[in-house]
């Protein structure tokens, strides 16, 4: 199956989203736009997971996430991967109002913890943002996005859940596996 470990956005952080996103005035003929109740934040894909190893994932999720306090965030900016005519994605950034810088430090322990039960390591850098929509070819066309004009939402990150991803042909579906409190004892 297909995992990756997020932070569910709350309900009103996603509907925030959803409305910037439509103000963008995206083509859907060249970017599939992602469904408001797909919107979170991923910490780490892991990709195809033989089901017999998924409490190990279970296990990292757990100890990545215990001692954790609540992260404030903040939604706010807008880029694409990569930047300009060539952009794949589009996504509004996520910012770590933490003095710990608490998102970094949460996806290193994870990054730890995974590799630790014997997963391939993740090649690239923690960057925090939501995925607002998707081109649908290799080459977008061109892509321009309004400059920043103050935040788009905020909120309190308290769990990290790991999710079952399914793709389907009218978009994915995510589905969470096990769920990790903030602040929790791990067993």
């Not at 910037?20 to 005035?25: C, S």
């Not at 794949?88 to 730890?112: F, K, N, P, Q, T």
Request: with cysteine; aromatic share 6%; net charge positive.
């Amino acid at each position: 199956m297909r995992l990756f470990f997020a932070i569910e956005l709350p309900a009103e952080v996603r509907a925030a989203l959803a409305r910037v996103r439509e103000t963008l005035a995206l083509d859907p003929r060249t970017f599939r736009a992602a469904g408001e109740d797909t919107l979170h934040l991923t910490v780490r894909f892991v990709g195809e997971v033989d089901d017999a190893r998924v409490p190990l994932l279970v296990t990292a999720g757990e100890r990545a996430a215990a001692g954790v306090p609540p992260v404030p965030c903040e939604v706010a900016g807008l880029g694409s991967f990569p930047h300009g005519s060539r952009a794949r994605v589009v996504w509004a950034g996520i910012a770590d109002r933490s003095e710990a810088h608490e998102l970094e430090r949460l996806a290193r322990r994870l990054e730890d913890e995974i590799r630790g039960a014997g997963f391939p390591a993740e090649e690239r850098p923690f960057a925090p943002h939501v995925t607002l929509a998707r081109a649908r070819e290799r080459r977008s066309g061109g892509l321009r996005l309004p400059a920043p004009s103050g935040p788009i939402a905020s909120f309190a990150a308290r769990e990290l859940t790991l999710f079952r991803s399914r793709l389907g042909a009218g978009g994915a579906r995510h589905d969470a596996l096990a769920t990790f409190p903030f602040l929790a004892v791990p067993r």
